[in-house]
């Protein structure tokens, strides 16, 4: 199986080997030609190659929302959102 992932921000995704912290669990907080993931359980920020990363992914613990056309064109309907996506 040789899928693209579809990436999106504000997934989490399980790896299938664990952060030195002992976490398996990633949250998506940039999108590129690398991803940046944070640890879920020590807070920590990485940079891994996409075609790497779709290598190490078990599965998705949590999707981020679904992308939108709209997105780009429009401000955030809720103002709270932002930091959450952007932090
Ligand atoms: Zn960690």
Do not use: Y
Request: hydrophobic content about 35%; some cysteine; glycine content about 8%.
């Amino acid at each position: 199986m040789n899928t693209i992932i579809d990436f999106r921000l504000g997934d989490v995704v399980r790896l299938r080997k664990p952060h030195p912290c002992g976490g398996f669990d990633w949250q998506v907080v940039r999108l590129g030609a690398d991803i940046g993931l944070r640890c879920q359980t020590c807070g920590r920020r990485i940079l891994l190659e996409r075609r790497t990363l779709e290598k190490r992914v078990k599965t998705f613990v949590a999707r981020g929302e679904a992308p939108s056309p709209e997105a780009t064109a429009l401000p955030p309907a809720d103002p709270k959102m932002e930091p959450r996506l952007w932090k």
